[in-house]
């Protein structure tokens, strides 16, 4: 049966193809329902989809496998209307942005996408925006059917004992740590400066006539200060709750009071409100790095370090009670994967600075001292120490002790067969027409690009 690969679509546009001018539709080769599908359309998303996989020869079968995937989308669309699942306005507007800052990171400035695209941003929005909520949708409805797709123990077993034995990955060297963070707090008298300056900065706004978007751009230390601390439409939890209170407590174009966070002080506007969302405009001012006591974080973890060696307290227990690892220290400290989620860590995986620490721990239950470190989005400087929990050498894959792994390759396998069973059983419910003929196509052919990918920890393929 077909094993569907990941649709081509804007979310995975790259800027030269967005960039070039669409061709004029020469022939409709297949309907589904009210919606067309021209040739364009498929000669479009099969060049995208070689130049982002760097495939140089043109395959035909490649091409009618397209197609097949573009059908299957609008099936979904349709499958969609049928239940009544839609992507609200709110949530394709903050998708939408999300993915826009993404693009300006990665060209640099808004100025650079907007010369790629060849239209201002709020042109881009416009024009993409539907195609956006439509793959939305198509990714809402695959999301909907994976999420009741379980896998058993023996199911496992199975796709397990399938794999020859010559053909059975190597696993590479791996290691299960945890770690505790301190984030140094300001020096006496620090955090008092900043709040002051936000204080002078909102004094500025309110009473001298001085422009937000320039004191934003000279002043505010969060990453929008390029855009004049501008934020855009969010829903209030997606925001800090202090932030989010001040915000919804104000008019359209007031000026709030100096707000504190854990990121710092924060001066906002209201700018638009859209039932629970907002869209803000911010000053924000944090505490400069060398006003931070260092000492107090890197006495603290030295304390903690001595604890667990010498005073019978457990790495996990301190982790709990006081790392400021939000995410990491309810589980003890123990850190993950960040590419498949599970506690075994491919050293190739480790970042730089972790991977220095680990190169020093020789035993289970060794301890770094403490070494600096970058926590959080907000890139805040701290200090952390980190434990070698268990140390894997590379060997061949096992159930035993790679069980988790062979599971989550497993599930995946499973949920792409079901999905396109499910999928095929669907075009039963819609209307869908070829308009060309249409070769009979072997599953076992279709080329190996259009699997979904399995998870990349392995060197050599499931």
């Not at 422009?211 to 969060?222: T, V």
Request: negative net charge.
């Amino acid at each position: 049966m077909r094993i569907l690969f990941i649709a081509l679509s804007w979310l995975l546009f790259s800027l030269t193809a967005a960039a070039q001018n669409r061709q004029v539709a020469d022939q409709i080769v297949a309907v589904v329902n009210d919606h067309m599908i021209l040739k364009s359309d498929v000669d479009r998303q099969l060049s995208e989809f070689m130049q982002q996989a760097r495939v140089t020869e043109f395959d035909e079968q490649m091409w009618y496998y397209v197609l097949e995937t573009i059908i299957d989308n609008f099936v979904l669309v349709e499958k969609a209307r049928i239940d009544s699942v839609i992507i609200s306005d709110s949530e394709l507007d903050r998708q939408l942005n999300q993915r826009i800052d993404q693009l300006v990171q990665q060209v640099g400035s808004e100025r650079e996408l907007e010369r790629a695209f060849g239209m201002p941003i709020i042109e881009i929005k416009a024009q993409y925006s539907d195609e956006f909520r439509q793959d939305m949708l198509i990714n809402r409805m695959r999301q909907i059917k994976m999420e009741q797709i379980n896998i058993t123990r023996p199911e496992v077993r199975e796709f397990f004992e399938s794999i020859p034995v010559d053909s059975l990955p190597i696993i590479p060297e791996s290691v299960s740590l945890s770690h505790i963070v301190v984030i140094p707090p300001p020096k006496p008298d620090a955090r008092e400066n900043a709040r002051n300056l936000a204080i002078a900065l909102r004094d500025s706004l309110l009473n001298h006539g001085a422009s937000m978007d320039d004191l934003a751009s000279r002043y505010s230390d969060g990453p929008t200060a390029s855009r004049g601390g501008q934020l855009p439409m969010v829903a209030t939890t997606d925001l800090l709750p202090e932030y989010a209170a001040a915000a919804a407590a104000l008019e359209t174009g007031e000026i709030s009071e100096v707000v504190s966070t854990n990121q710092g002080f924060h001066i906002i506007r209201l700018l638009e409100r859209q039932g629970q969302n907002i869209a803000t405009q911010h000053i924000l001012i944090t505490v400069a790095g060398e006003e931070l006591d260092e000492d107090y974080a890197l006495e603290k973890l030295t304390a903690i370090r001595d604890s667990v060696y010498h005073h019978n307290r457990t790495f996990a227990q301190m982790a709990r009670r006081h790392s400021d690892d939000r995410i990491t220290a309810p589980a003890g400290g123990l850190l993950t994967d960040p590419q498949t989620g599970q506690r075994h860590i491919a050293i190739s995986n480790l970042e730089p600075s972790l991977y220095r620490i680990v190169l020093l721990l020789e035993e289970s239950g060794d301890i770094s001292p403490p070494r600096s470190h970058t926590y959080g989005e907000e890139q805040k400087s701290a200090f952390r120490i980190v434990r070698l929990n268990e140390r894997i050498p590379e060997h061949r894959a096992s159930m035993e002790q790679d069980y988790q792994l062979i599971r989550s390759f497993a599930l995946q396998q499973k949920m792409q067969q079901e999905l396109s069973k499910w999928i095929s059983g669907l075009r039963n419910e819609v209307y869908v027409e070829y308009r060309i003929p249409v070769p009979d196509l072997d599953p076992e052919d279709m080329p190996d690009m259009f699997e979904a990918p399995l998870p990349d920890t392995a060197t050599e393929p499931m």
